[in-house]
């Protein structure tokens, strides 16, 4: 008599040269589960039918909004990714409460990077994206005593602030 022989185990050759399909791995694999919500409702997509420049030009506020907590919620509802959140929640920090300019407290890239925990080459990225999305702007001076000095300002998308205006009165009601 002789003891069953116990099954092979497959070794990283073996692998290599099997053939079956990816598709008829498919069949086993677990059912995606469903996204689960969170608690805090994200801004929904720009209307597609405005244009681009309209919808990320600089929301002018009522009277009776801060603009720091008017960023602050806009930030929170965004559709941007986390580390643009972060950079852009650190330069509220910098900004003027009332006005959202950077202009004495301008910091460095190696400041921002300190301060959000994020590399000079992240927040350089970073940096772009807001200014790409309409969260940041940048002028120079081309008259005057300040010629050739640029100001960045922190501001708030027009659909994103009408979104977080639409969300207050929604919690008022």
């Excluded at 059912?31 to 309209?54: L, M, Y």
């Amino acid at each position: 008599m002789t003891a069953p022989t116990a099954p092979r185990i497959p070794t990283p050759g073996d692998l290599a040269r099997r053939t079956t399909t990816p598709a008829a791995h498919a069949k086993h694999a677990p059912a995606p589960k469903p996204a689960a919500r969170t608690a805090v409702a994200e801004a929904p997509a720009p209307p597609a039918r405005q244009d681009t420049a309209d919808l990320i030009a600089p929301g002018r506020l009522q009277q009776g909004e801060v603009m720091w907590q008017m960023v602050q919620q806009g930030v929170r509802v965004s559709r941007m990714r986390p580390e643009a959140r972060l950079v852009a929640l650190t330069l509220l920090g910098y900004a003027h409460p009332r006005t959202g300019l950077l202009d004495k407290y301008w910091p460095s890239c190696e400041q921002i990077a300190y301060a959000s925990g994020l590399t000079t080459g992240q927040v350089l990225v970073q940096l772009e994206v807001l200014a790409q999305r309409g969260w940041l702007i940048q002028r120079s001076f081309s008259q005057g005593p300040r010629q050739g000095q640029t100001v960045h300002r922190l501001v708030i998308p027009s659909w994103v602030l009408e979104h977080v205006r639409s969300r207050r009165d929604q919690h008022a009601r």
